[in-house]
């Protein structure tokens, strides 16, 4: 199947959104008449990635956040991303990245976040589009002690660790909002719309006090663990088209919990 047949595929399943104007998704390394048969799914693209697809015959990457995002001035073979442009373009290796499109998509990582999470119906958490997708989601949900749900989050997302920011282990939550990945800048969305606590990744100290000030419980699940879900809905969608994929769940920013 051509490249672009497979991005025409996900985008009719998925309902991708226009990227963000500061955003780079789309084709980073490639070529839309490519032919494909093998594809790797990952979040973030690295070495082992790579290495990996040159191993494995693999003719197009798909991830998440851009290879290339920040405009390039020089390809230069010594640094990092420039030995792997070298070997993605020596062994005509594609590379294609959904970022923003896919946070904001119909049926991307806020419905994936959402599924996870038991939610089913929500409401766009941060509207930026005319259609009123945007980032993140709300909903209401049963009463539960906050330790509990704090629990059941981490149990979910499959987690190794999160942090809780709580200043009462008896609070009951029934409002949630949610945003995949790193989504501090719409804690005043969350606070604005009644959440009782809020879930996403890369909360800063200060942005913690913001919240519990203003009695929002916020848990930081990671920017990896709140994202990955949603790849894999893309291994479904191309597995059925008869591709061979292979779905990498790694965190490629390495954590080790001592």
Partial sequence: MKLKSIIELINDNLKLKI???WDNSGLQIGDYSND??????????????VEFSVLNNIDLIITHHPFIF????????????????RDLIINNINV???HTNLDMADYGVNYELANLLGIKDYEILHIVNDDNSGYGGISNISPINVIEYAN?????????????????NKKNISRVAFCGGSGSEFISDAITKGADIYITGDIKYH????????????IDAGHHYTE?????????ILNIAGLNVIFDDRNTVAEIVL
């Fill in 36 to 49: 494909i048969k093998n594809i790797m799914l990952i979040l973030d693209l690295d070495k082992n990635a």
């Fill in 207 to 218: 942005q913690a006090q913001d919240a519990l000030k203003n009695n929002l419980v916020i």
């Fill in 152 to 168: 059941f989050v981490k149990s979910s997302l499959n987690c190794n660790t999160i942090k809780l920011y709580c200043n009462d």
């Fill in 228 to 236: 990955y879900h949603s790849i894999k809905n893309i291994q479904e």
């Fill in 70 to 85: 920040s405009p390039l001035k020089s390809i230069d073979f010594s640094t990092y991303d420039g030995k792997l442009i």
């Fill in 96 to 98: 294609y990245s959904m």
């Fill in 19 to 21: 990227p963000e104007k």
